[in-house]
């Protein structure tokens, strides 16, 4: 008789751990997008008119402030605004920037190149060294100066 409460506590105790545990982060801290549709919001309210809306899942994002279950962000192009904090992941993503860029086989200039990738790609980041980061788009992985992404 009480087996579907308990279940109905635990699944929210679980849904509630991300935006949780993104308190916990100091700021500022790098998220991304982590729904296929979001929106940005003036304010750290629902009720509060909408900036942008996303349709980007994976996007990087800057978390510049934290309140209650909202979080503060600031976009690729420099956009600030709230957005609800079960929107985002902490997992890390970056964004190509400039123009056509190539990632290499190892984090050096002269390494052989591995692919090239366009303005605004979005790939998933992994370590970074000697100014260049793993990147992996589409599990197409590739060391890319971390001068021509943003998210590191």
């Known amino acids: 008789m009480y ?3 308990i279940i109905g506590v635990l699944l929210l105790t679980m849904t509630s751990v991300p935006a949780f545990a993104q308190a ?3 700021v500022p ?3 991304s997008i982590n729904v296929d549709e979001a929106r940005m919001r003036k304010g750290p309210s629902p009720a509060v008119p909408v900036i942008w809306e996303y349709n980007r899942k994976y996007l ?3 978390v510049v402030q934290v309140h209650n ?3 503060k962000i600031v976009d690729p192009d420099g956009a600030e605004g709230w957005m609800a904090a079960r929107l985002l992941s902490i997992a890390r993503t970056a964004i190509v920037t400039g123009g056509t860029r190539v990632m290499r086989t190892s984090p050096e200039s002269d390494a052989s190149i591995a692919y090239r990738v366009e303005a605004g790609v979005v790939g998933r980041l992994g370590e970074c060294r000697k100014g260049f ?3 992996d ?3 197409r992985k590739g060391w ?3 001068a021509h992404i943003w998210g590191d």
Request: charged fraction near 35%.
């Open 137 to 139: 788009v589409k599990g």
């Open 60 to 62: 990087p994002v800057k």
């Open 29 to 31: 801290y790098w998220a």
């Open 3 to 5: 087996f579907p409460r």
């Open 69 to 71: 279950e909202w979080r």
């Open 144 to 146: 890319i100066a971390a």
């Open 24 to 26: 916990e982060r100091e």
């Open 133 to 135: 980061c793993m990147l």
